[in-house]
Every structure is written in structure tokens, then in C-alpha cells.
């Protein structure tokens, strides 16, 4: 059975994947959107806007800069949530 945070984890990485027009193979936990994935500024707000509308969060611009790869989105998310690890 697949726990609440796994399933989290893999919702998150689909809208990533659909933003950054990636398949879920080629991006990794630790990868970096950026540098390993050619992401920029706009595609960042555009998976920040995804991921609030998705899990009903309000995440702080701030928070940006700590989402360079899959586990930091997570952690941001989680965060904002309020999810338990």
C-alpha cells in the first residue's frame, strides 16, 4: 500500500514532469531543475501556482529558492501543508 506522503511525492512530480514537459524517468529526487533540467523563472511560478492550486497551500515566493529539485518542492510543500514526515 502506497502511504499519504508517497503519494504526495509522486502528484508532485507529475505536475513538475508536465510543467518542465519532462517524463517522470528522466528527472530524479535530487536534480536540479535549473541546471540538469533547463527550467527558468517562469516555469518555477508556474509549478508553484500548479502545486498550490493542487494541494490548497499558499506558498511564500520565498520559498522559491529552496525548490531546486524534487525533494526541496517536497519539503516546501510539506511544509506549507503542514504534512508530517
Given at each position: 500500500m502506497?502511504?499519504?506522503?508517497?503519494?504526495?511525492?509522486e502528484?508532485?512530480k507529475?505536475?513538475v514532469c508536465?510543467?518542465?514537459?519532462?517524463?517522470?524517468?528522466?528527472?530524479?529526487?535530487?536534480?536540479?531543475?535549473?541546471?540538469?533540467?533547463?527550467?527558468?523563472?517562469?516555469r518555477?511560478?508556474?509549478i508553484?501556482?500548479?502545486?498550490?492550486?493542487?494541494?490548497?497551500?499558499?506558498?511564500?515566493?520565498?520559498?522559491?529558492?529552496?525548490?531546486?529539485?524534487?525533494?526541496?518542492?517536497?519539503?516546501?510543500?510539506?511544509?506549507?501543508?503542514?504534512?508530517?514526515?
Open positions: 502506497v502511504n499519504i506522503a508517497e503519494k504526495n511525492f502528484k508532485i507529475e505536475i508536465d510543467i518542465l514537459e519532462l517524463e517522470e524517468d528522466e528527472v530524479t529526487d535530487e536534480g536540479l531543475f535549473k541546471e540538469e533540467y533547463g527550467a527558468d523563472s517562469l518555477a511560478i508556474e508553484l501556482g500548479s502545486l498550490e492550486r493542487e494541494f490548497g497551500v499558499v506558498i511564500d515566493q520565498a520559498d522559491l529558492e529552496r525548490m531546486t529539485n524534487l525533494r526541496g518542492v517536497y519539503d516546501v510543500v510539506a511544509g506549507s501543508a503542514g504534512w508530517t514526515k
